[in-house]
Structures are given as structure tokens and as C-alpha cells.
């Protein structure tokens, strides 16, 4: 079976969280806590999050996490639920329920990795070349991912002065961090448990499938809430455009954010998906 991590509240209404690439469950504690509270939450884990998973040379696409999650949704015996997906999560969740429209009454998608198809296309051109594919950003910045520290306070020295973790409060990034680090007695370190490799990959195969979602996005019945954060945020005004054209899709920009707004703003992005579910 697909492994998730379930948040039990004995509550009726039941709601399916698929986390960002390099972000498992527990790096949204605080998130699926506050979530917790009108939900029962059940979390299914990605494949490099898998315990003694490391088929990385296998993946080629967005397809396999897809596959996955349907999976996991008829191993669950999902019908009309609540799904929130992050990033790739958000992806991944949009695509499952153009493929079956009756897994989720509504959803939330938190600024999804959805790019435009002319992207998609200028991207699917550059990435056949080696040198211009190893450029990319963040796949480079994947590729050269320090895995190994002292203590975990060396971590949390390290995390703290990067940018992209700037607007994430304290114990939020400690959640984080404890999230994919784990003490190695043989390596006496502090390693990060998961293979970097796949989240190198998950970034250079980001757009592949992103072409039909466009094709079918007339298609999506079910109430759809995007929440995208207004710095830098992977869902483009242009993107946005185009999903308005669907008047089942609704959008709300969170100030003072960045694409780890679930984690930096935990109360407000709970409350925000309360309010638009009714619940």
C-alpha cells in the first residue's frame, strides 16, 4: 500500500494532503495541526519519502507520483472528499481529479507547479540539452545539497540565513528540519533522510505533463480554490488568466509570502481554506 501519515481527530470530514517535492507531511506540522482541528487528515508520502525506497534512475516523469496517488486513493476508498494539495502536490491533485471527477468535492490547490504551455514547450526543447539543463536553478541547487551536519543546531544555523526559508518562523523551520533530517549513529551526523537525487529530478521533469491540465481545465466541475503567494509565486498572472475561464475556479493571494506560505503562515492559510469549504 501507498505509505501516509494520518492525523486522527475522529471527525467525519475527511481531507487528503499531498506535500510538496522535499517537503514531507511532518514538515507541515504546525499546517496539518491547525487543519486537524475540522478534519481528519491522512497525508500519502511521495516516493522519495518512501522508507528504503531509492528506484531514483527509474523516474522519468510526473506520471509515476500520479499513478501513485490514484492508487492511494482506491486503496482508501476515496469518494467526494476534501483534497489540499502544495506544489507538486497541487499538480498532482488537479490532474487526479480531471482523470476522475469523483474522488474530491472540492479542493485546494496551494500555488501549484502548473506553468503555461509555452513554457512547458521552450522547456521540453532546453532540457534536451545537457548544458542548458544543468543551469537550471534549482535542480543545480538540488544537485549541490549539503546532506550531512554536525548537530541539528548546525542545521538550523544553516537554514536560518537562507532566503528562501527568511519567512518561516522559528519552530516552524525546526518542524522543517526535523522533518528530513535524522542523527546517522554510523555517520554520527546529522543526515538528510531522503535521496537528493529525486528532488533534483522532480525539478528538471516539472512542466512535462503540464500540457493537460490546459487541455482539460474546461473540464474541472468541482469548486477549486488556488491560494498563490504575491512574492514570486510558480502559478504566473498568465496561468491565472487561464484558469478564471473555468468559473469553478476561484483565486486568493496571501501578502508578505513566498511559494512556503503553508509553513509561514500556517493560521491564515487554514483559516482561508475554513472559510471558502464553509466548514
Not at 519519502?49 to 500520479?66: A, E, G, M, P, T
Request: proline share 5%.
Amino acid at each position: 500500500m501507498i505509505p501516509f501519515i494520518e492525523y486522527n481527530n475522529n471527525k467525519n470530514l475527511d481531507c487528503h494532503f499531498i506535500h510538496a517535492n522535499g517537503f514531507p507531511p511532518n514538515a507541515y506540522k504546525t499546517f496539518l495541526s491547525l487543519l486537524n482541528n475540522k478534519f481528519q487528515i491522512k497525508a500519502p508520502l511521495l516516493r522519495p519519502h518512501w522508507k528504503d525506497y531509492n528506484k531514483v534512475d527509474d523516474f522519468s516523469d510526473w506520471d509515476l507520483f500520479l499513478d501513485d496517488f490514484i492508487r492511494y486513493c482506491n486503496e482508501n476508498n476515496i469518494n467526494q472528499s476534501y483534497g489540499i494539495g502544495h506544489s507538486i502536490g497541487g499538480n498532482i491533485l488537479i490532474r487526479a481529479c480531471l482523470q476522475n471527477k469523483t474522488l474530491f468535492k472540492s479542493i485546494v490547490l496551494l500555488d501549484p507547479t502548473i506553468f503555461i504551455p509555452t513554457i512547458v514547450r521552450i522547456w521540453k526543447v532546453a532540457s534536451s540539452i545537457p548544458f542548458v539543463k544543468s543551469l537550471f536553478p534549482l535542480a543545480k541547487a538540488a544537485k549541490n545539497r549539503r546532506v550531512d551536519f554536525d548537530s541539528f543546531n548546525h542545521v538550523y544555523d544553516s537554514y536560518r540565513n537562507k532566503t528562501i526559508f527568511s519567512k518561516i518562523p522559528d519552530e516552524q523551520l525546526k518542524e522543517y528540519i526535523d522533518s528530513i533530517f535524522n542523527y546517522n549513529q554510523e555517520l554520527q551526523s546529522y543526515h538528510l533522510n531522503y535521496n537528493k537525487k529525486w528532488e533534483e529530478k522532480m525539478f528538471l521533469t516539472s512542466l512535462f505533463k503540464d500540457i493537460e491540465i490546459w487541455n482539460n481545465i474546461d473540464d474541472l466541475k468541482i469548486p477549486v480554490l488556488i491560494i498563490t503567494p504575491d512574492t514570486n509565486p510558480v502559478l504566473r498572472k498568465s496561468a491565472i488568466k487561464r484558469f478564471t475561464s473555468n468559473d469553478n475556479i476561484k483565486f486568493i493571494t496571501i501578502k508578505d509570502s513566498s511559494h512556503l506560505f503553508p509553513i509561514e503562515k500556517s493560521k491564515l492559510t487554514s483559516e482561508l481554506i475554513f472559510k471558502y469549504l464553509n466548514i
